[in-house]
């Protein structure tokens, strides 16, 4: 498996794996819904690879994208906006290859703390965070299509 920075070729792909992990993991939510949300959420406008203190990172088996993440570093706070690997390929190990190259981009900006955004009722995502050293240190909210969801945030210091 090759990790690597995302390019804009690249979000194609990884737009395919955040509709098919959306749509396995997140039951609470509409199709219809999802599929909005993903082509919206999903874009070079929304992860402009450019901008300063911005990371995507791209996990890629046999030429084919199986997972990215995406990460935002702003002063002494790193924000992990999404990490998703493709249902296919989860617990093969890849979500903690992700992370630990990405970890490696933040402490590399001198970062003091990593916070995690999620939904509430992910368990995965849940398990996942706690497994690396997150705790849940805040709840807030999140709105897809004038519908609010709970949200869990999840912090790491370092």
Same mark, same amino acid.
């Given at each position: 498996?090759?990790?690597?920075?995302?390019?804009?070729?690249?979000?194609?792909? $990884?737009?395919?794996?955040?509709?098919?992990?959306?749509? =396995?993991?997140?039951?609470?939510?509409?199709?219809?819904? $999802?599929?909005?949300?993903?082509?919206?959420?999903?874009?070079?406008?929304?992860?402009?690879?450019?901008?300063?203190?911005?990371?995507?990172?791209?996990?890629?088996?046999?030429?084919?994208?199986?997972?990215?993440?995406?990460?935002?570093?702003?002063?002494?706070?790193?924000?992990? /906006?999404?990490?998703?690997?493709?249902?296919?390929?989860?617990?093969?190990?890849?979500?903690?290859?992700?992370?630990?190259?990405?970890?490696?981009?933040?402490?590399?900006?001198?970062?003091?703390?990593?916070?995690?955004?999620?939904?509430?009722?992910? =368990?995965?995502?849940?398990?996942?965070?706690?497994? /690396?050293?997150?705790?849940?240190?805040?709840?807030?909210?999140?709105?897809?299509?004038?519908?609010?969801?709970?949200?869990?945030?999840?912090? /790491?210091? /370092?």
């Amino acid at each position: 498996m090759n990790v690597r920075p995302a390019t804009a070729d690249d979000f194609d792909p $990884i737009t395919e794996v955040a509709r098919a992990t959306w749509h =396995d993991t997140y039951d609470e939510l509409e199709d219809d819904m $999802i599929d909005r949300t993903v082509d919206n959420w999903y874009t070079d406008d929304s992860m402009p690879l450019e901008a300063p203190g911005t990371v995507v990172l791209v996990a890629e088996e046999d030429g084919n994208l199986v997972g990215f993440t995406h990460a935002v570093v702003q002063g002494e706070t790193a924000d992990i /906006l999404r990490m998703y690997v493709h249902p296919d390929h989860q617990g093969e190990g890849i979500g903690s290859r992700l992370h630990e190259r990405l970890m490696a981009e933040i402490e590399s900006h001198e970062a003091e703390r990593v916070r995690s955004f999620d939904f509430a009722f992910n =368990d995965a995502s849940r398990a996942f965070y706690e497994g /690396l050293g997150f705790e849940q240190t805040d709840e807030g909210e999140v709105e897809i299509d004038g519908e609010y969801y709970p949200e869990a945030v999840y912090t /790491l210091e /370092l």
